[in-house]
């Protein structure tokens, strides 16, 4: 094995480490908030609002990501009204086109997450909640919100791990993340198993560690289900005895 | 010309070559998700052992393909495959040169073996709602190893497994949008090559949005219907 080659690639690689990390990030805080903004159309229950948003989800998540991205990449310079107009500053620009369409992306599938997650609030929860004379924000920020979350914390988990491996569709747009790098290694020594291998390895390591915060997250967030303190002692004990 | 010209099926329109790439699309998903069914039982099969290498195995194989971009995949495979090919040529033949491998079947095994890690999580979740009464009592009359397989167990994995099969077959349909990185005339990379000749783009990729759309929502039209079908014997709440 060339272990020089390896590490050179493996150096070579993470330098496109923080461009994915950036991508992944910005388009997770974006398309979260208009997430809460699809969800919370759709369950206000006046027509117009929810249709919207049901369309929008429908249409997001039945097509492809890399169509979306090429839409908005490609699709929209079309049209000589957009380039004229200030949004061009921001069109032509293949890192925000790229997050732009991730975003976007990533709204759709988090949209019906969350929703699944308000749904599953008990209603006896918010009932009783309102007998204790709850206004709407306190009811929302201590009884349906930490409910919500806590359901729909393990499918946003892989929500998140799915949109780092999305982030490898900017290099089809020319951005030099990860699998940008990678590919033009691959391109200079037509050695494509050791690079590609490589970049999984990166891809791999990041994923673990998100998994692993997502289920501290899930941990710190679900006392309820833990063994009580002595129950613990009496675990830890027992295993010993 | 009009979009509405651009996407017909006149002598300039582009509509009857976004057909063919619509089932260019539908026939290597479906190749992909046949490769991903052979995969998936596999190591399902590997996962629900009781041997501790094969259990490893199977939880290897699906953190790997569900942690790594799909596209690396496609990739390593596309290019990889050729790097190897090539590397054989030379040592047989002594001569150098690039072999180029085929874009149906690699890209159909790169996404193969991608869902193939999805689908196994899908047959071991169903192969666990089998009550464990009906092995025991297949058990009991008698049946063994096959037929114990395909008569008691087989019918219900294939039950319980429709609905996680539908999400992953949509997964499987969308992902094969990246299989046009390799040149195979889809339809994503149809629509790129109209949107390069007639500088439309907007048209020619919403066109396949569209098209799209119209896979997945007769997708999802059939799996419903294959779960109704199949669960017509189980009394529900």
Known sequence: MDFAFYSEVIWRLLGGLPM??????????????????????????????????RAY??????????????????????????????????????????????????AAYTAEILRGGLQSVPFGQIEAARACGMSRVTLYRRVVLPIAVRQALPA????????????????????????????????????????????GVIYLAINFLLSRVVMALEHWLTP?????????LLAKVGDKL | MSAFELLGFGEKGWGALLLQATAMTLAVTLTAFFFGGVFGAVVARGKLSDSMVARVAGDVYTT????????????????????????????????????????FLTGAM?????????????????YLAIPRGEIEAARSVGMSGWTLFHRIVLPQVL??????????????????ALISVTGLV??????????????????????????????????????????????????RA
């Open chain 2, 159 to 176: 039950r319980f497994a429709i609905p996680g099969l539908g999400n992953v077959w949509q997964l499987a349909l969308k992902e094969s």
């Open chain 1, 57 to 106: 989800v429908f249409v997001f998540r039945g097509t492809p990501l890399l169509v979306q991205m090429f839409l908005i990449f490609y699709g929209l310079s079309q049209f000589p009204e957009i380039r004229a107009s200030w949004a061009w500053t921001y069109l032509r620009q293949p890192y925000f086109c790229a997050v732009l369409a991730l975003a976007m992306n990533t």
């Open chain 1, 224 to 232: 309820h289900l833990r063994a009580m303190p002595h129950e613990q």
């Open chain 2, 110 to 126: 790169a996404v193969g073996v991608v869902s193939g890690a999805y689908q196994a999580e899908v047959f071991r979740g169903a």
């Open chain 2, 186 to 235: 889809e339809l994503l990379r149809q629509s790129q090559v109209a949107s390069g000749s007639t500088r439309q783009p907007f048209v020619f990729y919403s066109a396949a949005a569209v098209l799209y759309l119209v896979l997945t929502s007769v997708s999802t039209w059939t799996f419903n219907k294959a779960e109704s079908t199949a669960m017509r014997g189980v009394r």
């Open chain 1, 20 to 53: 994915t990390l950036n991508i992944a990030f910005v388009s997770v805080a974006v398309g979260g908030l208009f997430a809460v903004g699809l969800a919370l159309m759709q369950e206000s229950g006046v027509a117009p609002l929810v249709w919207i948003s």
């Open chain 1, 156 to 199: 946003y988990g892989t929500e998140l791990i799915l949109m780092v491996r999305a982030t490898a569709l900017a290099s089809i747009i020319t951005i030099m993340e990860i699998t940008g790098i990678a590919q033009k290694i691959n391109s200079e020594t037509f050695r494509a198993i050791e690079v590609f291998v490589c970049a």
């Open chain 2, 64 to 103: 790997v393909l569900r942690g790594v971009p799909d596209l690396l995949v496609i990739y390593l495979l596309y290019f990889g495959g050729s790097q190897l090919l090539s590397s054989l040529y030379r040592l047989v033949t002594g001569e150098t040169g690039f072999i180029g491998i085929n874009a």
